[in-house]
């Protein structure tokens, strides 16, 4: 791991140190037949769910939190047809798993606005928030599920009559106003909604929200509140919307997703390109290896949003819920590995060979902590469904591939 850290020479300007050029590479990336470390890989990913997942049909966030959010419940859809894709699993064994998924998201208990609560117990999948109620909803987390229910209706069409009467019980139109995502945090009288989608993961949710009819068009154009900031003579995308409790967090992660499920998008891979050229600049003037994603830690304060501007602040770390940094980035294990699918570059590489060492028999490490060069030692739910997801790109594209941006 020492190589996470080293002295680099100064580079000559290169086509890879272009955005442009990036792009044009990233739209040229076709599937390839997984060889045998491809194989390996996504087996101790599909491990994780092996050695975790509950009789609900998902699994924990990670082997020291027993709590199952929305959003790792679409990360677990991802991760089950990945895996059957892949041909890890038979699809008869996917199909059951799948439709155990499903059996208990139509039994959630859901709250007074007819959506997913913020929260629940993996096993039980009884809402871990509100004193036994349900209170509060996260857009990107429901978004990020409904996404996980159009992979699974596109490559199990025999699902799709379960998956749309769930979402003929959920009233997703709540998750927007003005065209916009907002969410709603529990607080001692009620509960207070409030924005807390940015830049990238703003879109992402759009994007979704638009294949399912939702009139989501407003926040899928990153353009209205997109902003540089120089950062040794380089421009880091940023969103322009500051000055709250949580800046904004500009983290690679929901483009990074974006493109694994439905393909590079226009306006996503622009910025997603000089996201990229920033991250291996960081590391040809640092010598720090940089693949930032929302991670969670094996120390205080047990998770971290990276980005590479935090607020005002470059390739920084925030809480998880964004009011406080969280301490110097990791090397992400999900992020090497999706950039490596992604972006195959030489840097791509590079990195995926750093966190290649991560790999236990219960599952991938979430990463490598930058100031020590130790392993950050957390087993998650995020890190191996994503990496799946990616090993799932390299091998056979995106999930629901869209030739154009989807109309409203």
Known sequence: MQALRQPVAAPAPSRLDDPAALADIARRVRPLPPGEAEIAHARTA??????HTSASGFGPASDSDPSLSTWEMGSTLFAITAAERLRLIAPKVAARHLATCLDGLARLKIGT??????AYHHATLKPLVGNGGVSGWSAGGIMRLVAGFIAVATHFPNLGESLAAILNHWRLDHLLEDGRFRSARPEKDGRTTHADLFLGAEQYAARTACLVKLPASNARD?????????????PLPGDRRQGGAAPPVTSPEPFLLDALE????????????????????RYMQTGRLTALADDPLDRAPGFARAGILAGRASFATRSRDG????GPP????????????LLPTPYARKRLDAVE???TKRGWLAGIHEDS???NRVLSLNTNAMILEALHYRACGPFVPLALPPQT
Do not use: N
């Open 323 to 326: 009011t406080s940094p969280a």
């Open 373 to 375: 060069l130790r392993a």
């Open 262 to 281: 439905y393909g590079w998008q226009p306006d996503m891979l622009d910025i997603a390109a000089s996201i990229a050229v920033a991250e291996k600049a």
């Open 113 to 118: 606005d007819a959506l997913p609560g913020l």
């Open 330 to 341: 990791c090397l992400s294990a999900k992020a090497a590995f999706a950039w490596w699918a």
């Open 46 to 51: 599909w491990a994780w769910f092996t050695h």
């Open 357 to 359: 060492g991560l790999a």
């Open 222 to 234: 990153p353009r209205p509140v997109l902003r540089h900031q120089d950062w040794r003579g380089l």
